[in-house]
């Protein structure tokens, strides 16, 4: 006799790992913007500062393998930026159609003066667990994000952005 399937209740939505990954990436926003309020900055705008700050001269399609972020969405965040004077664009010497990012002064200033409310942000999301918990849940995303890079829309692809970054500029 076959067995009955299982009843269909929201404590099979409450415990599914997407749901709770949804739900963990909502909260990681509300605390984020909550703590970097007064700098008017998401988290993907931190994300693209960061990259533009470490590779100076990144083109978007680079940016968008570096921090793993859909290319068309991802002008939008560029342009965002350049309106807000974090960044500007600069065409390429080597083919003016290409557009290379570079952080401002103000940008720069930005990054350096947003950083402890990202770090109060970073510490919040996980505060709820004891140390030993906290390093062990990193240990697992990061192991389990890795195993499924290729599963993702946007796979991260960081070292082949890079490697050519210091030809293109």
């Known amino acids: 006799m076959p067995s009955k399937p299982a009843p269909i209740t929201m404590d099979a939505v409450y415990t599914a790992p997407g749901y709770l990954f949804r739900r963990m990436q909502q909260i990681a926003v509300a605390i984020f913007v909550e703590e970097c309020k007064a700098y008017d900055l998401t988290p993907v705008q931190y994300a693209a500062l960061v990259a533009i700050h470490t590779h100076p001269g990144i083109d978007a399609t680079?940016?968008?393998?570096?921090?793993?972020?859909?290319?068309?969405?991802?002008g939008n965040v560029?342009?965002?930026?350049?309106?807000?004077?974090?960044?500007?664009?600069?065409?390429?010497?080597?083919?003016?159609r290409v557009k290379l990012l570079y952080l401002t002064r103000?940008?720069?200033?930005?990054?350096?003066?947003?950083?402890?409310?990202?770090?109060?942000?970073?510490a919040r999301m996980l505060r709820p667990l004891k140390a030993a918990d906290?390093?062990?849940?990193?240990?697992?995303?990061?192991?389990?994000?890795?195993?499924?890079?290729?599963?993702?829309?946007?796979?991260?692809?960081?070292?082949?952005?890079?490697?050519?970054l210091g030809k293109s500029n």
């Open 62 to 74: 680079r940016l968008s393998a570096v921090i793993a972020f859909d290319r068309s969405t991802l």
């Open 78 to 96: 560029i342009e965002r930026l350049e309106a807000k004077h974090y960044i500007e664009r600069k065409p390429a010497r080597e083919d003016k």
């Open 106 to 122: 103000s940008g720069a200033k930005l990054l350096r003066d947003i950083m402890p409310s990202v770090g109060r942000a970073q």
């Open 134 to 164: 906290r390093n062990t849940l990193l240990a697992l995303m990061t192991r389990l994000v890795d195993l499924n890079n290729e599963a993702s829309r946007v796979p991260l692809r960081a070292e082949d952005a890079l490697e050519h």
